[in-house]
């Protein structure tokens, strides 16, 4: 491990952050801002703009993309409460530009064509391989507008049986980790946006591993797999697109009115 974890030259941004703050902050299996850098680095963020942190968790990616981008972002997630993401959002003085909002991927309170850009950090495998997704997803954002996703994936498709190196640490759910290359296709293929990019970061592997070992160094399995793996399937994916403004979305559909007139039952 290097001498101080959190410090990486990859990510001179992120680097400047407190350990205690950003320790403090985490809410799953990656270090937010690396990935959140990472991704923003093939994106165009201007002052002023309207961001969705979609699956933000606690709220650090959304407070970081505001101190330095200077945009305005609704810190919005599901599994982790407002009140938490308020406390920290308000210490960090950010308040005036960043906003808690608690809400399901599958049902967010905006308007249509609202935001600028969306980004994903480390979430999105968990509703956005819906084949459907994207069409609803695509409406918050404006015609041109970008959508960016960073977080845990594979270097390659796993076709076939998990990897014998792998299955101490594999669940089902992990079905959902996928390659840059997959994330292009099921893009591409939905015509309603324009890729502009999708990779793999080069050795991500051992940020991820590095990520462990500093802040779950118990999680043996995971980090077991990460050093049997060495990037072989595992490591970290983004991907970077914007909507067409040439394609006309489908709305979605919340009820559909019928009128009911009674029949006979049966024949008579």
Known sequence: MPEDPLVNPLFPRASRYHPGWIRSSVSGGANSLWL????????????????????????????????EFDVQVWATDLWFGVDDRSHR??????????????????????????????????????????????????????????????????????????????????EPSMACLHSAHWWHRHWERSGIISVDLADTMTDGWKCWLEWQQAISPDNEAEIDALTADRGRHL????????????????????SIPVTYTKQPLERT
């Open 89 to 170: 959002i308000r210490d960090a003085g950010v308040g005036h530009a960043v906003f808690p909002i608690h809400a399901d991927a599958r049902s967010l309170p905006f308007a249509a064509g609202f935001f600028d850009a969306v980004i994903s950090i480390d979430s999105f495998v968990y509703y956005g391989t819906d084949d459907l997704y994207l069409n609803y997803l695509a409406r918050f954002v404006r015609p041109g507008g970008q959508i960016g996703i960073a977080g845990a994936g594979l270097t390659q498709e796993i076709d076939g049986p998990v990897p014998e190196h792998l299955r101490g640490w594999w």
């Open 36 to 67: 959140t850098e990472w991704l923003t680095e093939a994106m165009t963020l201007q002052p002023g703009m309207r961001v969705l942190d979609l699956g933000c968790g606690r709220g650090a990616s959304s407070i970081f993309l505001h101190r």
């Open 235 to 254: 490591g970290y994916v983004r991907a970077v697109a914007r909507r067409r403004p040439d394609t006309a979305l489908d709305e979605p559909i919340s």
